[in-house]
C-alpha cells in the first residue's frame, strides 16, 4: 500500500536548530510569497554546533520525521550543521523508509554551487560551527564546482550562543568578532570574500562589518538558497505541485512558545506566535 506521507500536499517545511533558519524563512517568503511555510526550531536542545554527529543526525532525523507526519512534501534544513551532519545519511538511508518521494535540501549545496562568483582573489573564508567546519563539508563541495578557489575555514563556537542571549551590540560580541576575523585573515589576508555558514551569523553581520576590510565580500545564505529553491520547483513538478499556495507561516518550537516568540522576531524581521511541539524518534 502506498505510504499516505508520500502523496500528502502542504507546506514547505523549514528547519533549524533554533532561531538561525528564520533568517533563510524570511528570504523564501519574499521570493515565493504565495507559498505556505512550516518552520520548526529545536530550541530545547539548540546549539546543535559543537554536539556529536550522532546527536545531530538524530536530531534532525527525528524533525524531519514530524515535518512528514504535518504534511509537508519538502523540507530544507536551514540549518549548516544539520546540513553537513545529517543530510546526507537522511537522503540516502531514511528517506526510503520515511516517505520516499518525499525530499529534504539543505543549505551547503546551493551555496557552494554559486561561492565562486563572488570573489575575484580566489581565497574565500568559512565562518561556521565547530560542527559544520569538522565535517569539512564546504571544502568537499566547493572543490567539485570550483577546484581553484582557496577554502580557509574558521570555527566560531561563541557566536550562536551571543546571538541567541541577544548579546550581538554586546562588548562580548566585539571581542569574538575580532577574534575570528583576525584568525581567518591571519591564514590569508588575499581572503576577499567570508561567508556566513552559519544561519544565525546574519544577526552579527553589523557587528562584522565593523571589522572589514573594505575590499572583502560578506556573504549570507538566504537570498542564494531561496533562488535555489525556485529554480529547484521549476525543475520538480512533481514537488511543486505537492507544496500548498495559501500564503501562510506558521511556527513551533520544542522549547517555551513564548520565550521563542520573543526572540524570533529579531531574526524573522516581523512578529511571530509559535506553539510548542515535541519531537520524537522515528516510527513512534
Ligand atoms: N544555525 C545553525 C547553522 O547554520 C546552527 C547553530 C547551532 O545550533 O549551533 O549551523
Redesign the pocket.
Known amino acids: 500500500m502506498l505510504n499516505p506521507l508520500s502523496t500528502a500536499k502542504g507546506p514547505i517545511g523549514v528547519f533549524?536548530?533554533?532561531y538561525?533558519?528564520l533568517t533563510v524563512l524570511s528570504s523564501l517568503v519574499q521570493q515565493l510569497p504565495q507559498h505556505d511555510f512550516c518552520y520548526l526550531g529545536d530550541s530545547a536542545r539548540?546549539?546543535?554546533?559543537n554536539r556529536s554527529f550522532d546527536a545531530v543526525y538524530q536530531y534532525t532525523l527525528e524533525a524531519v520525521q514530524w515535518f512528514f507526519n504535518q504534511g509537508c512534501p519538502l523540507v530544507i534544513l536551514a540549518?549548516?550543521?544539520a546540513s553537513a551532519k545529517a543530510l546526507r545519511t537522511i537522503q540516502q538511508k531514511d528517506l526510503m523508509q520515511l516517505a520516499p518521494t518525499n525530499r529534504v535540501l539543505g543549505v551547503i549545496r546551493p551555496t557552494t554551487e554559486v561561492l565562486g562568483q563572488y570573489t575575484k582573489a580566489g581565497a574565500v573564508g568559512i565562518l561556521?560551527?565547530e560542527g559544520?567546519v569538522q565535517s569539512q563539508s564546504y571544502p568537499i563541495e566547493i572543490e567539485k564546482f570550483y577546484p581553484q578557489l582557496k577554502v580557509y575555514q574558521e570555527a566560531c563556537p561563541m557566536w550562536?550562543p551571543l546571538i541567541e542571549n541577544n548579546e550581538q551590540e554586546g562588548p562580548g560580541a566585539d571581542y569574538f568578532v575580532k577574534k575570528h576575523l583576525d584568525a581567518i585573515f591571519k591564514k590569508d589576508p588575499t581572503i576577499d570574500l567570508l561567508l556566513l555558514a552559519?544561519?544565525?551569523y546574519p544577526l552579527l553581520e553589523q557587528k562584522i562589518r565593523q571589522y572589514l576590510p573594505s575590499n572583502v565580500q560578506l556573504l549570507s545564505q538566504g537570498q542564494i538558497v531561496a533562488a535555489s529553491l525556485v529554480d529547484y520547483l521549476k525543475r520538480h513538478p512533481e514537488i511543486a505541485n505537492r507544496c500548498t499556495q495559501q500564503a501562510t507561516v506558521t511556527f513551533s518550537t520544542t522549547d517555551s512558545a513564548a520565550a521563542f516568540d520573543k526572540q524570533a522576531a529579531h531574526f524573522f524581521g516581523a512578529p511571530v506566535s509559535s506553539r510548542e511541539v515535541q519531537l520524537m524518534p522515528p516510527n513512534c
Open positions: 533549524d536548530s533554533g538561525g533558519g539548540s546549539p546543535y554546533g540549518c549548516n550543521t561556521a560551527t559544520t550562536v552559519c544561519t544565525h
